[in-house]
């Protein structure tokens, strides 16, 4: 549940005037941060941002300021209620923390693992995975960690910056979006990927471990890296759990 946090605007106001950003914690509660700040281009608007030190900012309406007299300054003073974010259930995950997709088939057969390593700059994914066709195939992060009923449920790639699919599209891939893996003749592929796009980490906004979770998928082709269709059905699928 969000808990309310109650401050004097009128003396927070006066450190973002003009232009200005300001931070401070709340009293008594040196865990709750508030960052204040006031567009130069509107500065008749102050917004206000609160948070759970390490967790994600909620930011509410922006407050109507008083312009006063011709001085061009802006001021209001009065109590404000403005609501914190919960913090993230997740503990903070340090360099070296693991996670694991155990891959299963459409039947609900075993089809190997994927472990996603926390580096230092982004996670290193390896794959060891078996029971596909020779050739290429798609590999992908999914935006929702269920596989049930059936793999659709994992919802589309996961995407934390609002671009196209494929490393070939201009615009840049999605956070998802991973180079495809290759089986052998016995339906055996073994693969190293790297991300710099997600973490491990429940209190970062590109964590994997957002409120549904996330999975990995696998398809049943190659990726062309520019059409999202291209890599055709998904053929194995797996959720994302932290290791403990």
Request: one cysteine or more.
């Amino acid at each position: 549940m969000k808990k309310k946090l109650i401050l004097l605007l009128g003396a927070v106001a006066a450190l973002a005037a003009m232009g200005g950003f300001a931070i401070a914690s709340h009293p008594g509660d040196g865990s709750v941060q508030i960052a204040v700040w006031q567009s130069a281009s509107e500065p008749s608007q102050l917004h206000l941002s609160t948070r759970v030190e390490g967790g994600g900012w909620a930011t509410g309406a922006p407050l109507t300021l008083e312009q006063k007299g011709d001085s061009g300054r802006y001021l209001r003073s009065e109590i404000v209620s403005v609501e914190v974010p919960p913090p993230s259930p997740y503990e903070p995950v340090a360099v070296g923390a693991t996670a694991t997709a155990r891959m299963q088939g459409a039947d609900g057969a075993d089809m190997g693992t994927v472990t996603i390593e926390q580096g230092p700059h982004g996670l290193i994914i390896q794959a060891n995975v078996h029971g596909l066709t020779e050739g290429g195939h798609g590999f992908h992060i999914h935006a929702i960690g269920s596989c049930e009923p059936d793999f659709k449920a994992a919802g589309g790639h996961l995407d934390l910056d609002g671009r196209s699919h494929g490393a070939r599209v201009g615009e840049g891939s999605h956070t998802g979006d991973l180079p495809n893996i290759y089986a052998g003749p016995e339906g055996v592929a073994r693969a190293d990927a790297f991300t710099d796009g997600a973490t491990l980490d429940g209190h970062a906004p590109h964590t994997l471990f957002d409120a549904d979770g996330s999975a990995i998928v696998i398809h049943a082709g190659p990726d062309d890296y520019v059409d999202i269709a291209s890599a055709g059905a998904r053929v194995a699928c797996g959720v994302i759990q932290l290791d403990s």
